[in-house]
């Protein structure tokens, strides 16, 4: 039971083969297993592909069984297509399609599977792409923001550096009415006169004015600092807002191009094992010599040639006679009076109709 389904995964003709040796069944069991289970790993390659896009596993189970399902056609296709000839160069320029094929459906097979093998170090470079994708999202989203607030930061300081001047010159006009009073300074005589009256007025003055200074840049840079705050709010948002697009940047095409950052060498071995596998019934259908499978189907192939041809030129023969017998029939009715005396009889009435009619017409325009 088993051996006919690995016989018919082969695609030959199971009529002719239980005509043959143990040995050639044998053969195309083995052509038809190999068939079968490449079939089985693509599945399972496309299923775990599948998977990485849709995420779900019911999907990727689904869709990657209908892969393995083409990938099992395809071979048994070119497989069975395979047909041995007298030379093996012949044999070679047939089968040199179907291998370019074969090392098509190689590459697809074998790219997810090297994907899970190499899981943990594509994560590894996935981890490392994200780390610098949200460090150059963070300073893309950061030039959005830093000239305001670059801006707003100067604005406090020249708001500060405004009362800390104002504040310079209230202590300087405080050190001269206090000079005046001890004599050390202005007029130099001790005690509070009217310079230091005018002094001093000048300096509450002031005082007041850097009082008033103090209060209107406070509130000037308790606003500037919560624009400021907003502005960090909002980059904080768009940082939170397209970090999940970074987290999820772990697709098909970016593990496929984290796994082209990694050394080649192990991923073309596993290359060179699928395409092992993917050719081996056909390197086996070349390097076999021909058994008595092929002569079987040769001979039934070239009977069935024989006989369409012969059916061909018997249907050439048949139209050719019939052809030849009409000519004939119709040459010996050409000779027959009776058949000219009447086709001239019907000729002159209806020449005569034709007559009578144009007569009729002509008088009606009249």
């Known amino acids: 039971m088993l051996q006919r389904f690995f016989i018919f995964c082969s695609g030959a003709d199971v009529d002719i083969l239980d005509e043959c040796s143990a040995g050639e069944r044998t053969k195309y069991a083995g052509i038809g297993a190999t068939v079968f289970f490449t079939a089985v790993m693509a599945a399972i390659a496309g299923s775990y592909a599948l998977y990485t896009v849709f995420d779900t596993i019911f999907t990727a189970v689904f869709f990657g069984i209908i892969w393995g399902l083409l990938i099992f056609n395809l071979d048994r296709f070119i497989v069975s297509t395979i047909k041995k000839r007298d030379s093996f160069f ?3 320029i047939q089968a040199s399609p179907r291998i370019l094929l074969a090392i098509i459906i190689a590459i697809v097979i074998s790219k997810p ?9 594509i994560d590894q470079v996935l981890l490392e792409e994200k780390n610098d994708l949200t460090l150059a999202n963070k300073d893309q989203l950061a030039m959005q923001y830093t000239p305001s607030v670059e801006a707003l930061n100067a604005q406090i300081e020249n708001l500060k550096q405004e009362v800390s001047t104002k504040e310079n010159e209230v202590n300087a ?5 206090i000079a005046e009073a001890e004599g050390r ?6 005690g509070k006169g009217p310079v230091y009256k005018e002094k001093r007025e000048k300096h509450d003055a002031e005082l007041a004015a850097l009082q008033e ?8 840079i308790e606003a500037a600092e919560a624009q400021i705050a907003v502005l960090d709010t ?7 807002t397209t970090q999940p697009v970074i987290d999820g940047f772990d697709g098909l095409m970016a593990r496929v191009n984290a796994l ?4 080649w060498i192990p991923s073309f071995f596993i290359f060179l094992l699928f395409l092992a596998i993917e050719t081996s019934p056909i390197i086996a259908k070349l390097l076999s010599p021909k058994g008595a499978y092929d002569l079987k ?8 040639k024989s006989w369409v041809v012969q059916q061909q030129a018997q249907r050439d023969e048949l139209v050719t006679t019939d052809r030849d017998i009409n000519n004939r029939v119709y040459a010996d009715i050409a000779e027959e009076q009776e058949l000219y005396d009447y086709k001239r009889k019907k000729a002159r009435e209806l020449m005569q109709l034709q007559a009578d009619a144009f007569y009729k017409k002509q008088q009606r325009v009249l």
């Open 213 to 220: 200074l103090r209060t209107a840049n406070a509130e000037k």
């Open 297 to 304: 189907l040769e001979e039934q192939e070239g009977a069935l």
């Open 113 to 121: 599977l090297e994907l899970k093998i190499f899981e943990k170090e």
């Open 185 to 190: 300074k202005g007029t130099e005589l001790i």
């Open 173 to 177: 006009l405080y050190e001269t009415y």
């Open 260 to 263: 082209g950052k990694l050394p």
């Open 90 to 92: 012949d044999e070679l």
């Open 234 to 240: 909002e980059y904080q948002n768009k940082v939170a």
